[in-house]
């Protein structure tokens, strides 16, 4: 039975506590996004426990055809989970006057994307990729 003696810390009745921790605490757990060099981040709870984890940036380099890796704000905890979306941009014409460039996922690890640039004539190029990565 309840009653003003068993109430407060440990005694599983607290109730300014959820699953043993303040408000406070969890907010500090739940820290939700943030950005750092290598892009922005944020993570959203799964309703399992644990996150998604949603990142983001720019590749801020002239890019040609060939590989690019690309270091994450985040470490992922999982990298079979990542999906990995990439776009080049201002993409420049190739000796025909066209721009035929476009970016593929090649690989990723848990803190790194490689992105392949791909060209169908060899000569075009594009100032940079945007790219998006979400995963657990």
């Not at 799964?46 to 949603?54: A, H, K, L, R, T």
């Not at 014409?93 to 791909?118: E, P, R």
């Amino acid at each position: 039975v309840w009653h003003a003696g068993n109430d407060g810390a440990g005694s599983g009745l607290d109730a300014d506590l959820w699953r043993g921790k303040t408000p406070a605490q969890h907010i500090a757990d739940y820290h939700l996004s943030g950005s750092n060099a290598n892009g922005q981040w944020r993570k959203l709870p799964d309703g399992n426990g644990g996150f998604v984890i949603e990142q983001w940036g720019r590749y801020n380099a002239t890019v040609y055809q060939g590989a690019y890796e690309i270091d994450l704000p985040m470490a992922f905890t999982d990298a079979d989970s990542v999906c990995v979306e990439a776009v080049p941009i201002n993409a420049s014409g190739n000796t025909t006057g066209t721009a035929d460039i476009w970016c593929q996922y090649k690989s990723n690890t848990l803190n790194k994307v490689t992105l392949m640039m791909q060209d169908a004539t060899g000569t075009a190029n594009a100032s940079g990729i945007m790219w998006r990565a979400i995963g657990r």
